[in-house]
């Protein structure tokens, strides 16, 4: 399983977001999903890389995608986001074995549950995701066009009491995985940052989830 150390930048949740972009870009951990475990029955193969770093209270994730076709149309949190053009963060929960799913969409839209598998689970409350701060380069929903090749990028930044780490006693690492998805574009694809090997696509394993060092 994978390891990453995870820098520790100050305020960087409070960054505008070109500020951010550039902070990460020069300070943060660097690394890319790109297994592709499913390949033959999915075999195309884009580009996703990601900046990771914490401040005192928050997790940030910034992507960057290179993608065919990109989907974008849930238009609000807890909707199905995974058929879009998606960009996902699983981590453990470090007190119950339990972990929680964070997915957004190219323009901005979340679900956050905490779940025990695929199937048992819970959205977080109306409040809770409102608390996630969120940022992406596009600012209106694209016309999608299968051939087109798009270049975009978003950052999320979610609290630690989001995952039931209190920020004052973090826990020496976390167990994680990122991912790429569109489950309803016209270039399906399931790609991570750990690899999964089983043989159909699931992220919802935290059994092949690598470690995030704090």
Known sequence: ??????????????LEYDMLKATMEIKAAHEATDVADWSEQFPYKHETEFHIARSRTHIVIVYKVKEKGIKATMTEDNGPVWQDSCCDFFVSDPLDGTYYNFE????RYVLASKRKSRNKFKYLSKEQPS??????SIERRPAEDADKEYEWAMAICIPFALISTEPEHLPASLRA?????????????YLSWNPIPVPAPDFHLPEYFGTIIL
């Open 104 to 107: 957004m969409n190219s323009i």
């Open 177 to 189: 995985n990122f991912y790429k998805c569109a489950d309803m574009s016209a270039h399906l694809h």
């Open 131 to 136: 608390r996630i701060i969120r940022h992406t």
């Open 1 to 14: 399983m994978k390891t990453l150390n995870i820098p520790f930048i100050e305020d960087l949740e409070s």
